[in-house]
């Protein structure tokens, strides 16, 4: 079966959402569209828009690919999705506080005690550390796809440091430069308020020794992160330092960058560097990135980390199976947002299904990210499977898997013409004391090689604009601002 | 702000200079050598050039001889020399990447392209035609980005500590190159006459883009006390050692009035720059003008070291 178009559904003709994109694309010459991807590309380059390879010397700095032709979801999709996801990244929240705390889902026997305490990514330094507001997950990334018009499926939870959103934003800005036209027919929700919304979060959340206007910084763990421009980029938006572990020092348990006025006390760090690499003191004793006595400072209190240690114990792709049960317990409500059924193949039965069905499964590392170390079936060789099915019998905990799914597909430009090829979606989720907050969009990734179902930028995806509109039939203005107000459900 | 930010941008400030400063060297030995005058002593003007930069022992390291092409590769694109011109750029965007969130759109964008336009012009069998080029395009990407920070940054520390890098590498330069030739603008050193002296004279000027504007001073032929002059005492002239000086003064007094706080890097600035200014022509000859040249370029130095010290440690 033909995968859904997000342009076409099933092959009924366009969809209302797409409208605008059909008309653009049917009136445009394809070279000139040739020409514009080349200049947008010249643009990414320029800007210096670049990510790095590891393991790919020969190419330090490459950019992601970045089609021209937007994804598009109408108001009524998002309120929907939105909705979903505030509800997720609450109940992620709540689950964080929960294991670090009392423990009560787990004495409830709903999530098993070893998945959570022997998981790699369980942090002791945090057991009853009291957070400003409970709030452990600031920034979050979901992975959305959709299989059809029906439902948001969730692929992936992000809640340790997740990437992409400086794409979001400059994906926005090349897509108007390029095409204003296409900007001065359709009213787009703008994105551009992230850095503000960011800001805001991040403050609402200082701790309650530092004063009343807190100071905020990113650290980065340097020039030769893969994800380094982004953090340039964020820290420019948000007007704050970008700092480095060794541009901060702790004294009396208190956190200091080392500014031209001398010492300057910090509050918020919004870091994007793993747990492991925090603070050599408590963390990895050879890590030469982090900042010794950093976390006896945030056990203080004295300091705000964004996103908290230890969330990675509820982004892992074994608790992921979980979320339904997780997003009840807490909240009492059904999940709006759907989980990709998910064989664990730590349960024996699962284990059996898994290995005799391989060929039609993806099996992914519970601890896996990036599209590393995952199996495609359906894509794979004969050798690559049964190598894959030594590994999944020497571990069965180390793995999950999901039937492959059809990830929607969404038109867009490659060599010489307009083609389908599959997509995700990442919202970015920021909670905050006061609310959670989500800017209408997100980054679309774009799996370019033609039927290849792997959107990440390390192994050749690309991506795309993508643009919120109101619903087109009701021909109402669309609402103001980021207001959320269309509240009716399904798509 | 950072004193790591502070000290990445002092130090683009300085390579940006450096390569501007090294491309119009090369400019100034590639028209000498148009000319049939050979120098005195057997230094030809290739020699000269790389003298320029401060590192002769470190060229001849390297080459055994200072031809055209030994010493355009050196000085332009060898990795074996850190002053040539493709390590200028290279570290001026290493720095300039770590410390973006400091720099406007313009100023990185300035950089990063004038890098990648630049990055692939390597060899040293270039026709005249693209080493000029290359050399235009040097001096573009200085310009471009000396225009781009003046209309474009906050006046704040950040532009304080750019501009620092800025005029302590153009007087270091402006220095070299004088001392270089301080014994033909000796005025008591018996002159060898004709037009050798001319065209060292004028040398020395092209070096630092100064020919014309001497003209529009003095309104006058080239006179070797006038050009020693015109380029170290001559506060119009915004190569002189006093310009830059002024400058120095001036950014190091906007951080301390902002900073509310002096050091000792304001009073070492405000010390030199009134040496200059009471320096006259007569004196400067009187103490010799290569000692005054050699004691400046270590003063200079020094106070690169204070502001090390005092902001950027």
Known sequence: MPAFDEMHGFGQGVRSAYRTIQAWLDSSDPENLKRLQKEAEFLFRRIGITFAVYGDAEAEERIIPFDIVPRVLTGSEWATLSKGLTQRVTALNRFLADVYGAGEII??????????????????????????????????????????????????????????????????????????????????????????????????????????EPTVVLMTPGPLNSAYYEHSFLADKL???????????????????????????????????????????????????????????????????????????????????????????????????????????????????????????????????????????????????????????????????????????????????????????????LTGADKVRIVPGGLTRVALKEGSLVVNSSQGGGTKDTWIIADPADGAPPPDGQSQSQSQAGG | MLSRHADSLYWLARYVERAENTARLIEAATRLSATPITAEGGRNEWEMAVDGTGTLDLFHQQHAEATQRTVIDYLAFSHANPSSIRNCLDVARANARSVRTALTMDMWETINSGWMETRGVNSPNLTRQELSDFLSRVKELSLRFDGSAYRTMLRNDAYYFLRLGTFIERADFTARVLALKADVLDPNRPSVGGSSDYFQWSWILRSVSALTSYHWVYRDNLKPNLVAEFLILRAEMPRSLVSCYENVTLNLDSLSRDYGRQGASQRKARMLLSQLQDTTLPGLFAIGLKEFLERFILDNANLGNAIAEQYLG
């Open chain 1, 239 to 429: 007007g704050v330092e970008l700092v480095e572990g060794r541009d901060l020092f702790v004294l009396d348990e208190v956190v200091y960058m080392r500014t031209t006025r001398g010492p300057k006390r910090v509050d918020v760090i919004y870091r994007r560097i793993d747990d492991d690499f925090l603070d050599p003191m408590v963390f990895r004793p050879d890590s030469v990135l982090g900042i010794p006595g950093l976390i006896s400072a945030y056990r203080a209190g004295n300091v705000t980390l964004a996103n908290a240690v230890g969330t990675g114990v509820a982004d892992d792709k074994a608790i992921y199976t979980y979320m339904p049960e997780i997003v009840r317990f807490y909240l009492g409500e059904e999940p709006i947002l759907k989980n990709v059924p998910t064989w664990r193949c730590r349960e024996p039965d699962c284990l059996r299904y898994v290995l005799d069905h391989l060929p039609e499964l993806v099996v992914k590392e519970v601890q896996g990210s990036g599209g590393y170390g995952m199996l495609v079936g359906p894509k794979s060789t004969k050798e690559q499977i049964e190598a894959f099915r030594a590994k999944l019998i020497a571990d069965p905990d180390g793995f999950i898997a999901q039937p492959t799914l059809a990830l929607s597909t969404s038109p867009t430009f490659v060599g010489d013409g307009v083609a389908p090829r599959h997509i995700d979606l990442r919202p970015f989720v």
């Open chain 1, 107 to 212: 004495r409830a026997g709903i999530v098993p005690a070893d998945l959570v305490y022997q998981n790699p990514a369980f942090r002791p330094e945090m057991v009853g550390l009291k957070l400003p507001h409970d709030v452990y997950v600031q920034i979050a990334g979901i992975d959305i796809i959709r299989t059809d018009d029906k439902d948001f499926y969730v692929l992936e939870d992000n809640a340790r440091t997740p990437s992409g959103v400086s794409y979001m934003l400059e994906n926005r800005d090349v897509q108007m430069r390029l095409f204003p036209d296409l900007f001065a027919e359709t009213r787009i929700q703008p994105v551009e308020n992230y850095p503000d919304e960011l800001l805001a979060s991040l403050r609402s959340l200082a701790p309650a020794s530092a004063p009343a």
